[in-house]
């Protein structure tokens, strides 16, 4: 079993929809919980950051973590095409060492 | 601020032949990674700098792979001999302090390994 799983997609989903993506994990250590965004042909870049279990807001973006279920999620509200991107989801104990999801492609179609 | 720099962007060689890949971290940021992006996974920690000493190479197959910090800064990433499984993206990263409390690494655009 994987440390995260991760549905890999694609998500293809309507201009203006609200995308739901989500990972889990089988370690209850995961402190912290991340969300990372990677344009084709680009390195990820950090989207959402949270501390242990709770909501996070951020504009259009809202992650979600419950590690009660060990399940985090992100919530794109009023997607637009330029969030087309492959979403991974990355966790770390108490230090820097990030493991990350297989990623999950979404395309928003116009 | 300038990112962080990779090269060379592309490289194809055959197995068994060498490869070197450099990487440039932000300026002031004493964490460089190493990771490794197989298509269609996730990237995968090779190995991870604190200034210019190694902090973890657990994951690195230290057979084939090398890496250095010289002086603090740049890095280089080498594979010697390459094998088809090598095939990758290879990402750089850097953070101020170990991404601590933040999550937040810094990624070059990586450099894309095609070993045929």
């Known amino acids: 079993q994987k440390e995260v799983e991760q549905d890999p997609g694609p998500l293809s989903v309507p201009e203006g929809a609200i995308v739901s993506l989500n990972c889990t994990y089988s370690?209850?250590?995961?402190?912290?919980f991340m969300w990372y965004r990677q344009y084709s042909r680009k390195g990820p870049e950090l989207l959402m950051y949270?501390?242990?279990?709770g909501n996070k807001e951020d504009g259009r973006f809202t992650a979600q973590v419950d590690k009660s279920s060990k399940y985090i999620s992100l919530f794109i509200r009023d997607s637009q095409p330029s969030d087309s991107a492959t979403y991974l989801c990355a966790m770390s104990y108490n230090t820097d060492k990030l493991i990350f999801g297989t990623g999950t492609r979404l395309q928003v179609f116009p | 601020e300038a990112g962080v720099a990779q090269s060379p962007r592309y490289k194809i060689i055959e197995k068994r032949q060498s490869v070197a890949f450099w990487c440039n971290p932000i300026?002031?940021?004493?964490?460089l990674y190493w990771y490794q992006q197989i298509l269609g996974q996730g990237p995968k920690l090779l190995i991870q700098?604190?200034?210019?000493?190694?902090?973890?190479d657990s994951q690195l197959p230290k057979d084939r792979f090398s890496a250095e910090r010289l002086k603090g800064v740049d890095s280089t990433l080498k594979i010697q001999p390459a094998k088809l499984e090598d095939s990758a993206v290879y990402l750089c990263?850097?953070?101020?302090?170990?991404?601590?409390?933040?999550?937040?690494?810094?990624f070059g655009e990586g450099s894309r390994l095609t070993v045929l």
């Open positions: 300026s002031g940021h004493a964490t």
């Open positions: 700098f604190q200034n210019n000493g190694v902090v973890d």
């Open positions: 990263a850097s953070s101020l302090d170990r991404g601590r409390n933040t999550g937040e690494l810094f």
């Open positions: 370690n209850s250590a995961f402190q912290y």
């Open positions: 949270t501390y242990s279990s």
